[in-house]
C-alpha cells in the first residue's frame, strides 16, 4: 500500500491523498460493519454448492450415459447373434428344402417313368392282341375262300399248313 507522507509544502490534513486514503478505509470499514463480507462469503459458498450440485448431477448423467451405452451395446450384439441364428436357420432350411425337393423331383420321375412303362407295356399288349385279331380274321377269309373254292383236300391240307406256319410266324 502507499505510504501517506507528508508533503514538503504544508500539513498532512491538506495533502488530497490523505483525504482519499480515509474515504477508502471509512468505506471499507462501512463494508465490514454492514456484513458485506458475509455476503460475498455466502454467495461463493452458494455458487460453490451450486457447481458441486452441478457436478454431481454431471457425473450420475455420465454414469447414467455409460449405462445406456453398454444397454445398447448389449442389445445390438444380441441383435447382431439373432440375425446370425436367423442366417444359420435360413440356409439350413433353404438345405434341406433343396434336399426334400430333388427327393421329390425323384419320386416323381420314377413314378412317370413306371407309369410310361406300364403304357409302353399295355399298348405291346394291345398291339399284340390286335395282331393276333388280324391274324385270326385272315385265317378266317382264307379259310372261308378255301372252302367256297371248290379245292382238292390235298390242297386243303397245304393250305392249312401254310397258314398255321403264318400264324406261328405272326404270333411268335
Not at 455409460?66 to 444380441?78: D, F, G, P, T, V
Request: proline share 1%; net charge neutral.
Amino acid at each position: 500500500m502507499m505510504l501517506i507522507q507528508a508533503s514538503a509544502s504544508g500539513p498532512l490534513h491538506t495533502d488530497p491523498t490523505f483525504w482519499v486514503a480515509i474515504c477508502v478505509l471509512a468505506f471499507l470499514g462501512f463494508l465490514l460493519f454492514k456484513g458485506v463480507h458475509k455476503l460475498i462469503g455466502a454467495a461463493l459458498d452458494e455458487r460453490s454448492a451450486k457447481i458441486s450440485e452441478e457436478l454431481a448431477e454431471a457425473r450420475r448423467l455420465r454414469e447414467e450415459a455409460q449405462a445406456l451405452l453398454a444397454s445398447y451395446k448389449r442389445k445390438q450384439k444380441e441383435a447382431e447373434d439373432l440375425a446370425e441364428d436367423i442366417v444359420k436357420q435360413a440356409r439350413h432350411d433353404a438345405e434341406l428344402m433343396a434336399v426334400n425337393a430333388r427327393k421329390d423331383m425323384a419320386e416323381r420321375l420314377e413314378r412317370r417313368t413306371a407309369m410310361a412303362e406300364a403304357k409302353i407295356k399295355s399298348a405291346e399288349v394291345q398291339a399284340l392282341n390286335e395282331v393276333r385279331a388280324k391274324a385270326a380274321d385272315l385265317s378266317l377269309d382264307a379259310a372261308e375262300a378255301l372252302l367256297r373254292k371248290d379245292l382238292k383236300s390235298a390242297q386243303h391240307a397245304s393250305l392249312i399248313k401254310d397258314g398255321i406256319a403264318q400264324m406261328g410266324k405272326v404270333l411268335g
